[in-house]
């Protein structure tokens, strides 16, 4: 078994704390909570949540490293794709859940050298911790684009621009459910046994979670998997505030067919901490990430039954393909090693199967802009879902 890092007492003092808060959220409810509800308060617990307390998160000395922190590639070939669409629009980017804001960074740095700077760049956000770091990164990076960021904590009444969101879909809280041995489904809790905290296993809580879990979950004794309300929900809710725009969201995830596939039985429910993978939820609440992989049909369907056009689906590797980041890698002198490996390294990593390539996806929605994006140009996979 790997042994992971050791928390320091501070981190451990704040994980405890939430705890307790998770406890007396369990005590009040009967002694029962939905995941979903046990993951929103692991990640965003005010002052305690893996979102919402001050520890690093990510790059190389946090918990996980995200596509823009690998390379400005990333960034500079979406921005190809935002110059597309800009112009169709009121010229507003929204970036929901941005980061270190590094993405912000490269997007702006490149759409101002293609001249689509967007009027104004907008990042919605729900870690404190994290607005700040933005800001400060951003205003270190690009002073004199500072002044077209600004920041929101909730969805705007009316979006005339482009949404764009990377690996923030599998960060929302998902429900879990669980057929048992003799086949019955069940909605996966959480309780507190013997001080410590457990999966509990009870009667669905939702109407709306008991069908979708008849229609989506395989008729197999011992079959764990999640759903995610929140992922339809945010596509909606977005997508009812869109008048006008595109909405771009790239996570790692599956169709149904995949997602819900017989043989992925234990579903796909993760931990990241100190850059382990982890697979007991329970570790730590509060310093480590939990995310779950996006089912892309019931995303796509949500948008389409919201009144979107559904533009493209395709994995990241062929979208950023189409958007030039081969082009783009190829504008670095190659003589110059030191600093063209480590670039062709990360490219590598965001375009190979093995890694990011395939099992990151990007999805497109349109209202009242053009239906052919260049980033699904080729590949587009929306058949699939």
């Not at 007492?9 to 405890?16: F, G």
């Not at 109407?207 to 004794?221: C, K, N, R, S, T």
């Not at 390294?345 to 093995?354: D, N």
């Amino acid at each position: 078994m790997t042994t992971l890092p050791a928390a320091s007492p501070e981190a451990l003092a704040v994980s405890q704390a939430l705890c307790g808060r998770i406890s007396q959220a369990i005590a009040e409810a009967d002694g029962w909570i939905p995941f979903s509800h046990y993951m929103e308060l692991a990640l965003y617990a005010h002052g305690m949540g893996y979102y919402a307390a001050g520890s690093r998160k990510l790059g190389e000395g946090g918990d996980f490293v995200t596509a823009p922190e690998l390379t400005p590639l990333f960034g500079r070939a979406l921005a190809r794709q935002l110059a597309e669409l800009l112009p169709q629009t009121a010229g507003v980017v929204y970036e929901f859940g941005a980061g270190t804001g590094r993405l912000a960074i490269d997007l702006l740095a490149e759409l101002e050298t293609l001249g689509r700077l967007p009027r104004r760049y907008v990042i919605l956000d729900l870690s404190p911790d994290l607005m700040e770091r933005q800001r400060e990164n951003i205003g270190a990076a690009l002073p004199h684009l500072a002044d077209r960021v600004e920041w929101a904590s909730r969805l705007p009444d009316a979006i005339d621009g482009v949404v764009i969101g990377n690996e923030l879909l599998d960060a929302m809280p998902c429900e879990m459910v669980f057929r048992d041995e003799s086949r019955q489904l069940r909605q996966r809790g959480v309780t507190v046994r013997d001080g410590a905290l457990c999966y509990e296993d009870r009667d669905f809580a939702s109407a709306e979670l008991a069908g979708l879990a008849a229609q989506l979950v395989p008729d197999i004794p011992r079959y764990a998997t999640e759903i995610s309300l929140a992922n339809r929900g945010f596509i909606a809710s977005v997508a009812g505030a869109l008048t006008r725009g595109a909405i771009l969201m790239i996570d790692y995830g599956h169709a149904a067919s995949e997602y819900y596939h017989p043989e992925r039985s234990m579903g796909t429910l993760l931990g990241h901490y100190r850059h382990h993978t982890v697979q007991d939820p329970f570790y730590l609440p509060g310093l480590m990430d939990l995310t779950c992989h996006v089912d892309f049909s019931a995303v796509a369907q949500s948008g389409i039954d919201a009144g979107l056009d559904l533009i493209g689906y395709a994995n990241q590797a062929q979208f950023l393909l189409n958007c030039g980041l081969v082009d783009l890698l190829q504008t670095l002198a190659p003589d110059d090693v030191k600093t063209y490996l480590p670039v062709a390294k990360a490219a590598q990593r965001l375009l190979s199967p093995q890694e990011m390539g395939e099992t990151f996806k990007a999805i497109g929605f349109g209202k009242g802009v053009d239906i052919d994006w260049l980033g699904f140009s080729h590949g587009d996979r929306c058949y699939t879902l």
